[in-house]
């Protein structure tokens, strides 16, 4: 591992502890070099399938990407990086839990989209109209009375989901 501060790569680590959903170790490291300490995290590399975007290419899986889309949708909403890391790690565990090589990339964009809906509504909005490319007002318009419905039909469940998600 490589000192990020003097790019040495001989040090030791200091201390090792699962993270809180046991998903990566978290580690302390001292550098031998310039004795800074710092801190890296491992994750099991698992095997994720290859996506086929709509024009037919196929591309390695990202999760940086879809982290970037959740993080556009949610600019400037109560949403943290916590909570759209969560939404990213219950994606991919969802793919990884279908085994299959390949995932067509709309079943990658639902998924984020099912999310959002729970999460946050405006982001949802955002993260729709750009991904379902809605062509006029009026396909936007129908998306936006949908969600209007749901809330009016269950206000408080609706509400308290949602604050349950953000904690």
Known sequence: MKCPFCHET???????????????IRRRRECSQCNRRFTTYERVEEMMPLVVKKDGRREAYDRV???NGLKRACEKRPVGINTIE?????????????GEKEIHSSVIGEAAMRELHDTDQVA???FASVYRSFK??????????????ER????????????QRRE
């Open 136 to 149: 006029d007002i009026n396909e936007f318009m129908v998306e936006l009375e949908e969600l209007i419905k």
């Open 65 to 67: 990407k879809i982290i």
């Open 10 to 24: 001989d040090n030791r680590v200091i201390d090792s502890r699962l993270s809180k959903d046991s998903n990566m």
């Open 124 to 126: 949802y909005v955002r």
């Open 152 to 163: 009016k039909s269950t206000p408080t469940e609706h509400s308290a989901a949602t604050r």
């Open 86 to 98: 969560a939404i990213a790690d219950r994606i991919e565990r969802t793919l990884q839990e279908r």
